[in-house]
């Protein structure tokens, strides 16, 4: 099963998407993190009834609108930590990018001119979290998860490297193509390619099995520090092959559009726009 957040008459609902341009309305839910707040939240989403919508890609809002939290994983790949110049980690590096970094997944990413410098892509897989989820084992935690998507970690990553600590460069406001809409975990399989392409170039690929740490341990190391609630949002981290680390180096330019894709849940591809 498909859900989505789609923007209709100025508002936004939650939605279950039938086909690549249509959806049930799910009466009664804004978007799709007021759903998942519902214990039933699945049931309710399969059983929907509500009006038959059409949509094109860019009514397509960011499918979890305002998560409480967003954590972001980082070096989750062996070929990009070998690209850093890293050993592989024992415990996760996590960050933190704020909900007003998020946009639809076929939006435009407007830059400023004092950020616009250094602009790196980050495809990566987005976990869904579908209920609370305090000191979960990993054996436990798949319970906890409602879904997969995708999402672009956008970097600025002269910001990023100012100081040791990561998070001012993960969080340009309105950066993130989150979507296209969250497909529940038991029609996504793990192993599929993770892609992302500057224009016609693809500048990442891996297979999305290839974690250092699955997202049930994520789940497992995050909740013993603080809780998760349904609808936050699980980044787990970017593999190899990102422009910083090329020699020379290489950024997102002017008109560039990044897309990430991938196997069994879609993509995001978002233009970026110099104010």
């Avoid at 809409?181 to 029609?187: A, E, G, I, V, Y």
Wanted: hydrophobic share 35%; net charge negative; aromatic share 10%.
């Amino acid at each position: 099963m498909r859900l989505a957040t789609i923007r209709r008459n100025d508002l936004t609902v939650a939605a279950r998407v039938e086909s690549e341009t249509t959806a049930i309305v799910i009466d009664g839910y804004p978007d799709l993190g007021a759903l998942l707040q519902e214990e039933k939240w699945e049931q309710i989403a399969a059983d929907a009834a509500g009006e038959e919508i059409t949509f094109t890609k860019t009514d397509l809002a960011p499918v979890v609108p305002a998560p409480k939290k967003i954590v972001c994983v980082g070096l989750n790949y062996a070929n990009h930590i070998k690209e850093m110049g890293r050993e592989l980690p024992e415990f996760p590096t996590l960050f933190v990018k704020f909900p007003d970094a998020l946009v639809g997944p076929y939006d435009d990413v407007n830059v400023p001119d004092y950020a616009n410098s250094a602009l790196d892509w980050e495809g990566e897989l987005a976990v869904i979290v579908g209920k609370r989820a305090r000191r979960v084992a990993e054996s436990e935690a798949e319970e906890y998860i409602a879904g997969y998507a995708v999402m672009n970690d956008y970097t600025t990553r002269d910001y990023q490297y100012r100081t040791l600590q990561w998070h001012q460069g993960k969080s340009l406001e309105k950066s993130a193509g989150f979507g296209p809409w969250m497909t529940t975990k038991d029609s996504f399989e793990f192993g599929g390619e993770l892609a992302t392409y500057l224009e016609d170039e693809k500048v990442q690929s891996t297979p999305t099995d290839d974690l250092v740490f699955t997202p049930a341990k994520l789940i497992e190391y995050i909740s013993h520090i603080y809780p998760l609630d349904a609808g936050d949002v699980i980044i787990t981290g970017t593999p190899g092959g990102v422009g910083h680390a090329r020699d020379p180096k290489k950024y997102i330019q002017d008109g560039n559009v990044t897309r990430v894709t991938i196997e069994g849940l879609g993509e995001v591809a978002n233009k970026t726009v110099f104010e």
